[in-house]
């Protein structure tokens, strides 16, 4: 069973660091795109930052440019997202997601794009 398992979250106070990470089981992550997407109480879930095949390139939501780095290491099936100088509007679940990615498409940070989902980490930044 193909599943992303997401891990890192907690609580931190503003100003601080956390680094997500999102492993898969029973693939390698070479063909996909990925993306890290949060939804807080009473939103929409959004895209936050994604990643595409081979690293082509990354995108960022404008509420986290200089603040958040995705990465990916395709040997441990692993993405990760470096959350820097948090506040407290970053409050949110977190979730991973891949799409899998047949040529060179290029797919918006979209989260009705992806189609394979974690369950969520709960990050949670206040005083």
């Known amino acids: 069973q193909f599943q992303f398992v997401e891990s890192g979250g907690g609580s931190v106070q503003p100003g601080g660091s956390l680094r997500l990470s999102c492993t898969a089981s029973r693939t390698t992550l070479d063909n996909y795109a990925v993306g890290w997407f949060r939804q807080a109480p009473g939103k929409e879930r959004e895209g936050v930052s994604c990643?595409?095949?081979?690293?082509?390139?990354?995108d960022y939501a404008d509420s986290v440019v200089g603040r958040f780095t995705i990465s990916r290491d395709n040997a441990k099936n692993t993405v990760y997202l470096q959350m820097d100088r948090l506040k407290p509007e970053d409050t949110a679940v977190y979730y991973c997601?891949?799409?899998?990615?047949?040529?060179?498409?290029?797919?918006?940070?979209?989260?009705?794009?992806?189609?394979?989902w974690g369950q969520g980490t709960q990050v949670t930044v206040s005083s």
């Open positions: 990643l595409g095949k081979g690293d082509s390139g990354a």
């Open positions: 997601a891949g799409l899998l990615i047949i040529g060179t498409i290029q797919v918006p940070c979209d989260p009705d794009e992806f189609g394979y």
